[in-house]
């Protein structure tokens, strides 16, 4: 699986974190940005996170800022990209099985590193349920179309 991560300074900590863990488990990881904890825009990199997994470079997409507010607003402007903000596992799975959630968004500032990463294992690991769940999305995507 390859994995689509972007982060603003808020979240490059934590970002730097999820990358390491996604290496471990022998994921392919494009990593956006940012590069360091100088302060930048998370706009421009929740973006291109997003257009990656949009586009189908990426399987799926992580993206990171200090609440994972602002990111996530952002990915979710992106035709086609359903991101999750989650800062508990119960949350990361359900939005898995009932949302087919194609981005995880985190706040660098409100977890901690071994939540993030629990989160982080639950979303990639837990498989969408479809059925009355597909109908519920495909109206977001017949919405999406229609603008
Ligand atoms: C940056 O200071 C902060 O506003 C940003 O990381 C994020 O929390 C915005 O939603």
Redesign the pocket.
């Known amino acids: 699986m390859k994995i689509a991560l972007a ?5 490059f900590e934590l970002k730097q974190i999820v990358k390491e863990y996604l290496l471990g488990k022998n994921m392919e990881v494009q990593d956006f940005g940012t590069d360091s904890l100088a ?1 930048v825009d ?1 706009s421009d990199y929740g973006i291109q996170a997003a257009e990656a997994v949009a586009n189908g470079d990426a399987d799926r997409g992580i993206v990171i ?9 952002t990915a979710n402007k992106v035709k086609g990209i359903r991101c999750s903000l989650c800062h508990d596992v119960y949350s990361a799975e359900m939005t898995r099985c009932h949302n087919d959630s194609n981005m995880l968004a985190m ?3 409100v977890i901690g590193r071994d939540l993030a990463l629990r989160i982080v294992q639950a979303w990639l690991e837990t498989d969408f349920e479809g059925g009355r769940h597909l109908r519920r999305i495909q109206k977001i995507e017949d919405y999406e179309l229609k603008k």
């Open positions: 982060s603003d300074h808020g979240g302060s998370y800022c200090g609440t994972g507010i602002g990111i996530s607003i706040g660098g500032r």
